[in-house]
């Protein structure tokens, strides 16, 4: 059965919406399975980009509950999740029932199409550990998980124990060396990753912490 990703977002809580659309914007950015050309009507991943961040900027000013924001929030991820539900159809078509490319669009799959390592999620990534790179970068690394191409990375910067201070980054596609940049010197920031395949993402790691140079 051709792979088919989940567009159904408008059941999302909120709070699960803005991660989801963030992961998926994320992943987008410089993909270089999904480079393009995007059909007209999508124009490209700076219109995704441009999409999210006014529903994030409406989701933050809406916490007071002012009426007019909360109606703006709700407006602009309408938008979002329109433009969203169009995006799929072209990732499916791309990726061409390769898991492994859909895996890294930042959707989930549906579970009832083509299966990556069997029906189960993937087990936790072993031997993991986050070291120090060059000024502001830090690089994740685990030992491959066997028939697992995707792998989503999460940042810190807060209290790890905190699940709302967790931030996704792009899936990537290998774990052997995942280089997480533009974070800020001196600062401590706690990383996580999880495996993914068709039947959904499996357990975190425990975070590991480091501060940067």
């Not at 980054?169 to 290998?174: F, R």
Request: contains cysteine; charged residues 20%.
């Amino acid at each position: 059965m051709q792979p088919k990703l989940i567009i159904k977002f408008e059941i999302l809580p909120l709070p699960e919406f803005l991660a989801k659309a963030e992961l998926i914007n994320n992943s987008l950015a410089s993909n270089s399975n999904f480079m393009g050309p995007w059909p007209a009507p999508l124009s490209g991943p700076a219109s995704l980009t441009t999409l999210f961040t006014a529903f994030q900027t409406a989701f933050n000013n809406a916490s007071t509950g002012d009426a007019v924001k909360v109606a703006l929030r709700d407006a602009a991820r309408l938008a979002l999740t329109t433009y969203l539900k169009k995006l799929a159809p072209y990732l499916e078509l791309t990726a061409n029932g390769d898991v492994s490319k859909l895996l890294t669009s930042g959707y989930s799959l549906r579970k009832d199409t083509a299966h990556t390592g069997g029906g189960a999620v993937p087990p936790v990534p072993s031997d993991f550990k986050v070291v120090r790179g060059v000024s502001g970068q830090l690089i994740a690394k685990a030992r491959k998980i066997r028939g697992v191409n995707a792998y989503e990375p999460q940042i810190n910067s807060g209290d790890p124990n905190v699940e709302a201070d967790w931030h996704p980054l792009p899936v990537a596609t290998s774990c052997a060396k995942i280089k997480i940049d533009g974070l800020t010197p001196l600062t401590k920031v706690w990383v996580r990753v999880r495996g993914v395949n068709s039947q959904g993402p499996g357990p975190w790691t425990d975070p590991a912490g480091e501060t940067v140079l």
